[in-house]
């Protein structure tokens, strides 16, 4: 009886240890995802915790909020993406998925928010690499169609566009200026 006792608590204790250790096929995770890291925290209601991803190729993050409510906000622009400033967001109850491409430029800020429908949520967020999307390190920034050198132009292009609005836009409060200070010197 003891024997029967201890051979069953030695297969629970294997059972859990394995689902602990590896991912199991209901987590919807394919073989071909590498787990990279996993991240756990809690954050404050309306307060930010952040991020930064530096791994190449396409990256998958899983994040499971186990209580309150985390959401997740990803940005190439900014190492502190908000929801006012991101590129990719996930923000629901429960699991938050997001994609980040291999073409986003690294490092990706992550930004994790705290929901303030809750004094505190807690997080547990999986880090994977999908090994079914090929990577070449020398293709970066370019492919064999040129619709990467295409896109890199009109991403110039619209920088340009800001700078020449922006210096545009500086002339004329210069201008502005000057005219105010003249009409007070008039004035008074």
């Not at 024997?3 to 919807?28: I, P």
């Not at 906000?73 to 190492?79: A, F, G, H, P, R």
């Not at 920034?141 to 132009?153: C, E, L, M, Y």
């Amino acid at each position: 009886m003891m024997l029967s006792c201890s051979a069953l608590l030695v297969a629970l204790l294997l059972s859990q240890a394995r689902g602990f250790l590896s991912l199991s096929e209901d987590d919807g995770i394919p073989e071909e995802w590498t787990l990279l890291h996993v991240v756990q925290g809690h954050i404050g209601a309306g307060n930010y915790s952040y991020l930064r991803l530096n791994h190449d190729g396409r990256i998958i993050l899983h994040m499971q909020s186990l209580k309150g409510d985390a959401d997740l906000y990803v940005s190439d622009k900014t190492l502190r993406p908000s929801f006012d400033t991101y590129k990719l967001q996930s923000a629901t109850c429960g699991q938050d998925v997001v994609v980040v491409p291999g073409d986003l430029v690294r490092p990706v800020g992550i930004g994790i928010y705290g929901h303030p429908s809750h004094k505190e949520s807690e997080f547990e967020m999986r880090v994977f690499y999908d090994q079914t999307v090929p990577h070449d390190p020398f293709e970066r920034g370019s492919d064999a169609s040129g619709d990467g050198d295409k896109k890199k132009k009109s991403h110039q292009a619209e920088e340009e566009e800001e700078d020449d609005y922006q210096e545009e836009e500086s002339i004329f409060w210069t201008i502005l200026i000057g005219l105010l200070k003249i009409i007070l010197e008039i004035l008074f």
